[in-house]
């Protein structure tokens, strides 16, 4: 599993929202004997506040879910343009943790999330199979949420307080009744019908398909869209996409700061990254894209053999050490996924 952060309280007590995520994972993991790891990419990390590492509370023995830290330093940060106002580069920041990661299979996530018991249990069944790009639906909470609730206490706090869902046609505004309209044939026609909708939070495939396709796109923009492009990639490119049923759900605790769509929130968001000069994949580019892809049938790959920082030697900290790395564990491939070859460009 890889996320993203740095300790900047984006969107307003990041550091407890990531603190639920942290948490949560770890129980489900343990409660579901998950062998997992969470590789943690810290990005640009803020001179003034104190690390990942030390900001958060962690198991003090090992687990069924290790954790990583790999940190981006500030002047590998700055190489890219826009550094100056955006301070994190979310897809290659995922990049360069996919890159690193161990499994055969890697989720891409992020770390304001909590997992269903239902999730979890399915994804330690051994029922994954490589040639499929994994989604759920997203179920956005209150970010405030109660303290000292237990895991089961929490997940059904989460379940009695859902805002909207976000769904593969529409998100659905579960207090006023809006629907956002996300598909819809007359504006979508010629493209697949995917569930693009919050796909960032939750993509999981093999880690082969992540190195064919050699991760997210990595453009020097905003994030906005490039998961989408993403899961036109893997569809077209060897994993088909395939929606778990409810009950298996993220929960995502609300936070400003972000995209929400029909919500005012959105245009804050597109002035603030305007005044700043930062720019966003435009929606026409996308959707000329995903067109292409679903009438040739075919990928595209957008970045080179170098995806994910693969040229920087980054470092990294074991924060929670895995309960399956003491003794003879054997990884589910025969073939570690650093020896997996990039395909060509298409």
């Not at 900047?8 to 993991?29: I, K, N, S, T, W």
């Not at 997210?216 to 049923?245: I, K, N, Q, W």
């Not at 700061?257 to 005012?264: A, F, L, N, S």
Request: charged content about 25%; aromatic content about 8%; hydrophobic content about 40%.
């Amino acid at each position: 599993m890889v996320a993203a952060a740095r300790n900047d309280d984006h969107g307003g007590d990041l550091l407890g929202r990531m603190q639920l995520f942290v948490r949560g994972l770890d129980a489900l993991c343990e409660r579901h004997a998950l062998d997992a790891e969470l590789v943690l990419v810290e990005w640009n990390a803020p001179v003034d506040r104190p690390r990942l590492a030390q900001a958060l509370a962690w198991p003090d023995s090992p687990r069924a879910c290790g954790v990583r830290i790999i940190t981006v330093p500030p002047d590998v940060h700055g190489r890219f343009k826009h550094s100056e106002a955006l301070p994190l580069f979310q897809m290659i920041a995922k990049n360069a943790g996919i890159r690193r990661a161990r499994g055969h299979f890697v989720l891409a996530t992020n770390v304001d999330l909590l997992f269903s018991n239902e999730l979890v249990r399915f994804l330690a069944s051994t029922r994954l199979q490589s040639g499929r790009l994994y989604r759920v639906e997203r179920y956005d909470v209150p970010g405030r949420v109660p303290e000292e609730l237990s895991l089961d206490e929490l997940l059904n706090w989460c379940a009695g307080n859902v805002i909207r869902i976000s769904g593969r046609d529409a998100t659905v505004n579960m207090r006023t009744g809006h629907r956002h309209v996300i598909y819809s044939p007359g504006r979508t026609t010629g493209r697949a019908r995917l569930h693009t909708n919050a796909c960032g939070d939750f993509q999981l495939m093999a880690a082969r398909h992540w190195w064919e396709l050699r991760g997210y796109p990595e453009f020097e923009t905003y994030s906005m869209h490039l998961d989408s492009v993403l899961s036109f990639m893997a569809h077209f490119g060897g994993a088909r996409e395939e929606v778990l049923a409810d009950p298996m759900r993220i929960y995502h605790f609300e936070h400003t700061g972000g995209w929400t769509p029909g919500e005012k929130r959105s245009k804050v968001l597109d002035t603030r990254l305007d005044s700043a000069g930062v720019p966003q994949l435009p929606h026409a580019t996308f959707d000329a894209w995903a067109r292409e892809m679903t009438r040739s049938e075919r990928a595209i790959i957008f970045n080179d053999d170098n995806w994910g920082l693969a040229n920087d030697q980054l470092d990294e900290e074991h924060v929670v050490r895995a309960s399956w790395e003491s003794g003879s564990y054997e990884w589910p491939t025969a073939e570690p996924a650093a020896t997996f070859s990039a395909r060509d460009s298409k």
